[in-house]
């Protein structure tokens, strides 16, 4: 299936963000969430029925409109319950060289186990650079989190983690400052 045929369902998409990863990020916010997690600061995306469809192509054509995007973050929702999309849109990502970051509140344990199953998963995975993962803990919120809401959460090197097949740190909150 190619990108032009793929739809997502949305929440909302950020043209210029600078606080969803490093640098400037055109930022795609997915509609639906299983996780529900007590805090949450995107709670209107949680409803699987919520928000409205569009193509991958339209995404990437906004994507393609602003030059000085160094990357692209999934976030949510939850993008990983609409891997297919997913998948063909990081596809357009990276061959526009630009850096993808995902935010799951899966862990990366258990996209692992997910992915076994699911081969748009898998391929999605493969493609992304950054996986931030876990659920959002309110009681373990840390403002001074690089990119991140609460201490449980990690930034994953994701192609080092899937080669190693453990999480591998790509920065601390050190780093970032």
Known sequence: MSAG???????????????DGPGIRFVVFCQGCPHHCRGCHNPVTHDFSGGYMCSVERILSAIDEDPLLDGVTFSGGEPVCQAGGFL?????????????????????????????????????????????????EEEQRDLTLPFYGSRNQR??????SLRRREPVAVWSARETE
């Open 155 to 160: 930034a994953l090197d994701l192609p080092a």
């Open 5 to 19: 045929e793929e739809s997502l369902r949305l929440a909302g998409v950020v043209r210029e963000s600078i606080v």
């Open 88 to 136: 063909a849109l990081a596809q357009g990502v990276k061959a526009r060289n630009l850096h993808l970051i995902l935010y799951s509140g899966y862990t990366f344990e258990e996209l692992l186990q997910l992915s076994a199953q699911d081969e748009a998963l898998s391929g999605l995975l493969r493609l992304v650079d950054v996986l931030i993962d876990g659920r959002y």
